[in-house]
Protein backbone atom coordinates (compact mmCIF):
# COMPACT_ATOMS: atom_id res chain seq x y z
CA UNK A 1 0.00 0.00 0.00
CA UNK A 2 1.09 3.12 -0.62
CA UNK A 3 0.67 6.59 2.56
CA UNK A 4 -0.08 10.28 1.58
CA UNK A 5 2.35 11.64 4.05
CA UNK A 6 1.78 15.29 3.88
CA UNK A 7 -2.14 15.92 2.80
CA UNK A 8 -2.17 19.41 3.63
CA UNK A 9 0.79 19.51 -0.05
CA UNK A 10 -2.03 17.69 -1.92
CA UNK A 11 -4.86 19.34 -0.85
CA UNK A 12 -4.58 22.26 -3.54
CA UNK A 13 -3.59 19.97 -6.50
CA UNK A 14 -5.24 18.03 -9.28
CA UNK A 15 -6.33 14.69 -8.71
CA UNK A 16 -5.87 13.23 -12.34
CA UNK A 17 -2.64 11.19 -12.85
CA UNK A 18 0.48 12.75 -13.40
CA UNK A 19 2.35 12.73 -16.84
CA UNK A 20 5.66 12.88 -16.33
CA UNK A 21 7.72 11.08 -13.70
CA UNK A 22 11.48 11.80 -13.18
CA UNK A 23 13.30 8.57 -10.98
CA UNK A 24 16.44 8.44 -9.08
CA UNK A 25 18.51 5.45 -10.50
CA UNK A 26 20.21 3.47 -7.56
CA UNK A 27 18.06 2.61 -4.89
CA UNK A 28 14.48 3.43 -6.58
CA UNK A 29 14.85 1.61 -10.00
CA UNK A 30 17.97 -0.46 -9.57
CA UNK A 31 19.53 -2.39 -6.45
CA UNK A 32 23.09 -1.72 -7.16
CA UNK A 33 23.84 -1.89 -3.62
CA UNK A 34 26.39 -5.06 -4.20
CA UNK A 35 28.60 -3.42 -6.88
CA UNK A 36 28.77 -0.22 -5.64
CA UNK A 37 29.44 -1.10 -1.54
CA UNK A 38 32.86 -2.91 -3.32
CA UNK A 39 33.86 -0.23 -5.85
CA UNK A 40 33.04 2.46 -2.17
CA UNK A 41 35.11 0.20 -0.29
CA UNK A 42 38.12 0.05 -2.73
CA UNK A 43 37.75 4.27 -3.10
CA UNK A 44 37.68 4.13 1.17
CA UNK A 45 40.71 1.90 1.48
CA UNK A 46 43.06 3.62 -1.03
CA UNK A 47 42.35 6.51 0.99
CA UNK A 48 43.23 5.12 4.11
CA UNK A 49 39.58 4.91 5.39
CA UNK A 50 38.05 1.52 6.47
CA UNK A 51 34.70 0.97 8.27
CA UNK A 52 31.52 -1.85 7.84
CA UNK A 53 29.90 -2.42 4.47
CA UNK A 54 26.77 -0.89 6.01
CA UNK A 55 27.64 2.11 7.07
CA UNK A 56 29.36 2.17 3.52
CA UNK A 57 25.88 0.88 1.92
CA UNK A 58 24.47 4.67 3.79
CA UNK A 59 27.07 6.36 1.47
CA UNK A 60 25.37 5.85 -1.91
CA UNK A 61 23.50 8.20 -2.94
CA UNK A 62 25.53 11.89 -3.10
CA UNK A 63 28.88 12.14 -5.29
CA UNK A 64 31.28 9.71 -3.79
CA UNK A 65 34.48 12.76 -4.81
CA UNK A 66 32.08 15.62 -2.88
CA UNK A 67 31.77 12.82 0.59
CA UNK A 68 35.79 12.31 0.03
CA UNK A 69 36.17 15.98 0.22
CA UNK A 70 33.58 17.77 2.52
CA UNK A 71 32.92 14.26 4.93
CA UNK A 72 36.70 12.96 5.13
CA UNK A 73 38.80 15.53 4.60
CA UNK A 74 40.57 14.75 2.06
CA UNK A 75 41.83 17.04 -0.97
CA UNK A 76 39.99 16.98 -4.05
CA UNK A 77 43.25 15.18 -6.03
CA UNK A 78 43.53 12.77 -3.81
CA UNK A 79 39.71 11.91 -3.93
CA UNK A 80 40.00 11.91 -7.42
CA UNK A 81 42.70 9.72 -6.98
CA UNK A 82 40.67 7.18 -4.58
CA UNK A 83 37.70 7.65 -6.53
CA UNK A 84 39.88 6.28 -10.00
CA UNK A 85 40.63 3.26 -7.94
CA UNK A 86 36.95 2.24 -6.97
CA UNK A 87 36.02 2.69 -10.99
CA UNK A 88 38.22 0.73 -12.32
CA UNK A 89 36.38 -2.10 -10.13
CA UNK A 90 33.77 -0.88 -11.37
CA UNK A 91 34.19 -0.61 -14.98
CA UNK A 92 35.60 -4.16 -15.07
CA UNK A 93 33.11 -5.92 -12.76
CA UNK A 94 30.67 -3.96 -10.34
CA UNK A 95 28.77 -2.44 -12.96
CA UNK A 96 27.18 -5.63 -13.70
CA UNK A 97 26.48 -7.01 -9.95
CA UNK A 98 23.16 -4.71 -9.95
CA UNK A 99 19.22 -6.19 -10.35
CA UNK A 100 15.94 -4.33 -10.41
CA UNK A 101 13.98 -4.37 -7.50
CA UNK A 102 11.15 -6.84 -7.27
CA UNK A 103 8.39 -5.95 -9.49
CA UNK A 104 9.94 -2.57 -10.99
CA UNK A 105 9.80 -4.36 -14.67
CA UNK A 106 6.37 -4.69 -14.25
CA UNK A 107 5.89 -1.13 -12.69
CA UNK A 108 7.67 0.65 -15.82
CA UNK A 109 5.34 -1.40 -18.32
CA UNK A 110 2.27 -0.49 -16.91
CA UNK A 111 3.41 3.32 -16.69
CA UNK A 112 4.47 2.64 -20.44
CA UNK A 113 1.09 1.26 -21.38
CA UNK A 114 -0.59 4.10 -20.12
CA UNK A 115 1.53 6.68 -22.20
CA UNK A 116 3.70 8.37 -19.15
CA UNK A 117 6.62 9.06 -20.40
CA UNK A 118 9.28 8.66 -18.05
CA UNK A 119 13.16 9.75 -17.23
CA UNK A 120 16.06 9.36 -15.24
CA UNK A 121 18.32 11.72 -12.80
CA UNK A 122 21.29 10.66 -11.24
CA UNK A 123 24.20 11.26 -9.83
CA UNK A 124 26.22 8.24 -11.02
CA UNK A 125 28.35 9.07 -13.85
CA UNK A 126 26.34 8.30 -17.17
CA UNK A 127 28.45 5.86 -18.67
CA UNK A 128 28.08 3.26 -16.03
CA UNK A 129 24.63 4.75 -15.69
CA UNK A 130 23.54 3.39 -19.14
CA UNK A 131 26.07 0.30 -18.70
CA UNK A 132 23.61 -1.03 -15.71
CA UNK A 133 20.29 0.24 -17.21
CA UNK A 134 21.46 -1.57 -20.45
CA UNK A 135 22.39 -4.98 -18.10
CA UNK A 136 18.98 -4.70 -16.32
CA UNK A 137 16.65 -4.64 -19.47
CA UNK A 138 15.15 -1.08 -18.51
CA UNK A 139 16.81 1.68 -20.66
CA UNK A 140 14.10 1.65 -23.19
CA UNK A 141 11.56 2.75 -20.64
CA UNK A 142 13.09 6.48 -20.75
CA UNK A 143 12.71 9.34 -22.57
CA UNK A 144 15.92 10.56 -21.03
CA UNK A 145 19.08 9.83 -18.89
CA UNK A 146 20.58 12.83 -17.26
CA UNK A 147 23.83 11.72 -15.20
CA UNK A 148 26.89 12.88 -13.88
CA UNK A 149 30.51 12.72 -15.57
CA UNK A 150 33.28 10.50 -14.02
CA UNK A 151 34.21 12.46 -10.98
CA UNK A 152 30.43 13.29 -10.23
CA UNK A 153 31.37 17.05 -10.84
CA UNK A 154 29.09 17.75 -13.62
CA UNK A 155 25.89 19.20 -11.75
CA UNK A 156 23.74 18.86 -8.87
CA UNK A 157 20.42 16.11 -8.24
CA UNK A 158 18.40 19.39 -8.95
CA UNK A 159 19.99 20.33 -12.09
CA UNK A 160 19.57 16.99 -13.46
CA UNK A 161 15.69 16.76 -12.23
CA UNK A 162 15.31 20.14 -14.76
CA UNK A 163 16.85 18.78 -17.67
CA UNK A 164 14.63 15.98 -17.15
CA UNK A 165 12.04 18.28 -17.36
CA UNK A 166 13.14 20.88 -20.32
CA UNK A 167 13.91 16.91 -22.58
CA UNK A 168 10.80 15.41 -21.75
CA UNK A 169 9.04 18.91 -22.83
CA UNK A 170 6.74 19.19 -19.44
CA UNK A 171 5.09 22.72 -19.75
CA UNK A 172 3.21 21.90 -16.83
CA UNK A 173 4.69 21.19 -13.27
CA UNK A 174 1.76 19.56 -11.65
CA UNK A 175 2.11 17.16 -14.61
CA UNK A 176 5.06 15.60 -13.39
CA UNK A 177 6.44 14.16 -10.43
CA UNK A 178 10.10 12.75 -8.61
CA UNK A 179 10.37 9.65 -7.20
CA UNK A 180 13.58 8.51 -4.87
CA UNK A 181 14.75 7.24 -2.22
CA UNK A 182 17.20 9.39 -0.62
CA UNK A 183 16.84 12.83 0.39
CA UNK A 184 18.60 14.74 -2.37
CA UNK A 185 16.33 13.30 -4.67
CA UNK A 186 12.77 14.89 -3.01
CA UNK A 187 14.58 18.11 -2.31
CA UNK A 188 15.68 17.93 -5.93
CA UNK A 189 12.09 17.52 -6.75
CA UNK A 190 10.96 20.36 -4.35
CA UNK A 191 13.90 22.38 -5.93
CA UNK A 192 11.93 22.16 -8.89
CA UNK A 193 8.33 23.23 -8.12
CA UNK A 194 7.20 18.98 -8.39
CA UNK A 195 5.50 16.69 -6.19
CA UNK A 196 7.58 13.81 -5.32
CA UNK A 197 7.68 10.46 -3.92
CA UNK A 198 9.79 9.00 -1.38
CA UNK A 199 10.43 5.33 -1.74
CA UNK A 200 11.12 3.16 1.07
CA UNK A 201 12.23 -0.57 -0.40
CA UNK A 202 15.73 1.81 -1.35
CA UNK A 203 18.83 2.86 0.69
CA UNK A 204 17.33 5.81 2.28
CA UNK A 205 14.65 4.94 5.53
CA UNK A 206 12.07 6.05 7.02
CA UNK A 207 13.41 8.64 9.25
CA UNK A 208 15.18 10.46 6.13
CA UNK A 209 12.34 10.08 3.92
CA UNK A 210 9.75 11.06 6.10
CA UNK A 211 12.16 14.34 7.04
CA UNK A 212 12.23 15.18 3.89
CA UNK A 213 8.96 15.60 3.31
CA UNK A 214 7.90 14.11 0.16
CA UNK A 215 4.13 14.39 -1.20
CA UNK A 216 3.81 10.92 -1.40
CA UNK A 217 5.08 7.64 0.30
CA UNK A 218 5.94 4.54 -1.40
CA UNK A 219 6.42 1.03 0.46
CA UNK A 220 6.90 -0.84 -2.94
CA UNK A 221 7.56 -0.89 -6.57
CA UNK A 222 4.15 -1.81 -6.85
CA UNK A 223 2.83 1.29 -4.90
CA UNK A 224 3.92 3.69 -7.31
CA UNK A 225 1.21 3.44 -10.58
CA UNK A 226 -1.16 3.59 -7.76
CA UNK A 227 0.43 7.02 -6.96
CA UNK A 228 0.76 8.01 -10.51
CA UNK A 229 -2.71 6.87 -12.18
CA UNK A 230 -4.39 8.08 -9.69
Known amino acids: MFLLYNLKVITFRRFDMYKYVVFDLDGTLIDTSEGTVKMFKKSLNHAGIFDTDENIKSLIGPPLTRRLV ?12 AVDVGNKYFFEKGVYECQVFDNMLETLEEL ?6 MSVATSQPEETALMEMEHVGIHNYFETIQANNLYQTRGTKSEFIKTCLKSMDVKDKLDAIMIGDKRPDILG ?3 NDLDTIGVLYGYGDL ?3 KESEPTHIADLPVDIPKIILG
Open 207 to 209: KEI
Open 70 to 81: NDFGLSEERARE
Open 189 to 191: GKD
Open 112 to 117: KDRGIK
